[in-house]
């Protein structure tokens, strides 16, 4: 008897499939032009940069300390600062840190292992679109005289728009390329997507990749999602009538325990919950929301709605499931952009289903939109980028002088050419997308997808020193060291993680920032100092000077240093 799985849900069999795709639509994205979207969103911001504040930096410094052995693997802290139960992430980095220590820098070294993440997360998505897919209740009408989408074909097709729609994310761009542990949290649930997505075709792969997935989460500092998840995807697969998709349940609640007993082991339970003001609050998540998961969340939201009779489907229940849930946990913590991240891949499945059910008026104006848009930024980028070497036109290079005070614009060859290449490759997909190749499945995402990327490449060659020198700590670090002396221990009660780390690795210095001013025995005492709040230091301490944040007129790094006695 054949398989209906439509049964899984208990919805009436008359329920419409709002997708009608001819086999012509359904042809493959070219593999090579697919790797070399992917490689050009994956390694710009790879080189030539320092960590970033402040999660950035802070992650690293815990990774350079437990390679450079200044902490405990299964400890570790930047400072003295109590101990972040998050340990995997800072293991990988790490561990990579330690085996390029002979030929790369310590920063670059540990991104290493987070670029392969964003891949695997890449990869993982595909996958589980593509598994999704192939299910009976995702596959669109069979016409009455043949000529519908062959079903491994129609599943490349979407799969491949899941892809796209991933890379077009705006949210993903910055926090997808730190060195964080919210980046082996999103690899974690981009695998728990593939462990159910794949469990009524595959049997070991699944298995074993839930119980990866909820022990990286729990050991990445999510052990709360990792139960929840675990939950609902125990509930998706009771459900399901594949037999193979049952037998995951006891494999995924096997998974509940493991990251239960993980998360136990190294103290990782707790809560971070948010609070909400005013309405002005609410207004300004919804903003949030709406740019960082632009544009995908526009096209899952159509993807309800045309799928609206199959929610109760694996290929919606399972990508729904998940967003849910990290709906839910950046709410309730605030507007946590780390949380909603983890949402990211399942947004891009359930953005990916829309395509089927596109009309042709819908698909001109997303490429219309993406032209405009993405032309006029990478126009913007190009402006600026002339304004800062030649000085025609001279007000960008004027704005960038004041926001980044004491830039001075180096120029790179390299830089240029690449960013010259992207922009090439950006005008002859445009002149393919608007041309005759309407017919692929996938073609509304590829100018979204090829924007975000274009953008990506500009800001990281031709825009990176400035940034660079912004979103670094390094040149405070070096006015600190015009007062304090290379080898010097500091005092830093009270000072950001991310400063910390800074100090410790750009500066060499030995920083305890766990022991109050007052009982330190250190030379030197560093304190951030805002309008409104500067701390007491007591009259053991002599004020040397004031060093404000080149990009920040609000706060400023109070050096002092220890009076002599007499």
Known sequence: MRHDPRLDSGITLNSPNPALVTQRAVQRMPRVALLLLCSVYLLPGLFARDPWKTADVSAFGHMVNIAQGRTSWFAPTVGGLAPDPAVLPYWLGAASIKLFASWLEPALAARIPFIMLLALVLTLTWLTTYYLARTEAAQPLAFAFGGEAHPVDYARAVADGALLALIATLGLLQLGHETTPELVQLAAVALYLYALAASPFRTLGPRLGMLVALASMAASGAPAMAVALGVIGAAISWRSTYEKARSLVGWVLLGIGIAVGVASALGAWGWRLGHYASWSDVGALLQFLAWFTWPAWALAMWTLWQWRHHLLHRHMAVPLGCLLQSLLAC????????????????????????????????????????????????????VVYASMHTGIPAQPAANVARLVPGFVASFSPLALILALAGTAAWIWLVRWRTGKNRHPLWKSLVLPAGGVALCWLLVMTLMLPPLNYARSFRSLVLRVAQHVPRDACIAAPGMPRGQVAALEYHGGYRVDAATPATDSSCEFLLQVETRGHVPETGPRWRLMAREQRRNNDDEVTAIYRRRTPG
């Open 331 to 382: 709410i309730a913590m605030g507007g946590s952009d780390r949380a909603l991240m983890l949402g990211l891949p399942a947004l891009a499945v359930l953005a990916a289903f829309a395509l089927p059910t596109l009309q042709r008026r819908t698909s001109s104006a997303i490429d219309w939109f993406s032209v405009f848009f993405f032309s006029v930024a990478a126009l913007v980028i190009w």
